[in-house]
């Protein structure tokens, strides 16, 4: 009976020993990585929105009419130029845009620029806009904790997303140039 008590309280120690240290690392590990990498030169051709970024969603379905009708496949983007914390809402700016060929010519009302070559700081992040968002103080942190620089603004790729995505399935690289 002893021993059946003994190898009880080990078999439960050890499933509550385990069971906090897995807990603890499952808060400790982010469901991502942060990474650096070198980012090849784009050309988008984009919208511009003025005001808080949880408004420019109308641009993307007006962008998504765009490239239906100019037949463009790329990559859609959202350049990000001010920080929500230090910046009025109705005076944060950002592009929002779809990777074009070099040379492409807009239509009036519609820009284009070339995002040169730049190291980055970026992650993939899955889930909604909003909770993705959460994490960029942590790739701040990190940038600062690696003794980097932010050279320019937060840009991020849509890699799957869309009318037909659900929120708890969009797919988002963001992008921090550094120096």
Request: proline content about 8%.
């Amino acid at each position: 009976m002893k021993r059946f008590f003994f190898v009880s309280c080990l078999i439960l120690g050890v499933f509550v020993f385990t069971q906090l240290g897995c807990e603890k690392k499952a808060e400790e590990k982010k469901p991502y990585e942060i990474l650096i990498k070198t980012t090849k030169k784009m050309t988008i051709c984009y919208l511009e929105h003025v005001g808080p970024y949880d408004q420019a969603g109308a641009l993307f379905g007006q962008l998504g009419e765009y490239a239906a009708f100019k037949e463009l496949t790329g990559d859609v983007v959202g350049i990000y130029y001010d920080d929500p914390a230090t910046v009025p809402a109705e005076s944060l700016r950002s592009e929002i845009g779809i990777v074009v060929p070099e040379g492409f010519m807009p239509d009036s009302g519609y820009g284009v620029q070339e995002i040169p070559v730049q190291k980055v700081v970026y992650a993939i992040l899955k889930g909604p806009y909003a909770e993705i968002a959460k994490e960029y103080p942590s790739m701040f942190k990190w940038i600062e904790e690696k003794g980097h620089k932010v050279s320019g603004p937060v840009m991020e790729i849509y890699l799957e997303a869309g009318p037909g995505v659900p929120p708890e399935q969009f797919v988002t690289e963001v992008q921090i140039p550094i120096e």
